[in-house]
């Protein structure tokens, strides 16, 4: 079907500070999250499409819209999802991230 492929993004090393990353503004999917290497910070995403709570909905609670959290104790390897983000993808890396790639459509 076309549409149904999925895109990935990666990410690098973490320099240590806070990284917001907007995968998809419309209703999607995550479908994995491949760890490459691994270091001492967090990837974190959200059913979201922005870190503004003042933009979305009041039934929306940031705590509510994680779908996904690669703690520091993850170890390197593919992590499927496939998990409906109704509302967007957001990524939120802490820390000096893990390399990973993220699998989404």
């Known amino acids: ?4 492929d ?3 993004t990666t990410t690098s090393r973490g320099d240590g500070l806070p ?15 491949v760890i490459t290497g691994v270091n001492d910070g967090a990837i974190l995403i959200y059913n979201a499409s ?3 709570a003042t933009k979305r909905a009041t ?3 940031t705590s509510s819209l994680l779908i996904a ?7 390197v390897g593919t992590y499927t999802f496939d998990v409906d983000a109704s509302d967007g993808l957001l990524m939120v890396t802490t820390g000096n991230a893990p390399t990973s790639t993220i699998t989404y459509r």
């Not at 079907?1 to 149904?4: D, F």
């Not at 959290?69 to 170890?75: D, E, K, L, V």
């Open 1 to 4: 079907m076309v549409g149904m």
């Open 6 to 8: 999925y895109q990935a």
């Open 19 to 33: 990284a917001v990353r907007v995968l998809k503004t419309v209703g999607g999917s995550l479908g994995s999250v």
């Open 50 to 52: 922005t870190s503004d």
């Open 59 to 61: 039934s929306k609670a």
């Open 69 to 75: 959290a690669i703690s520091t104790s993850t170890p």
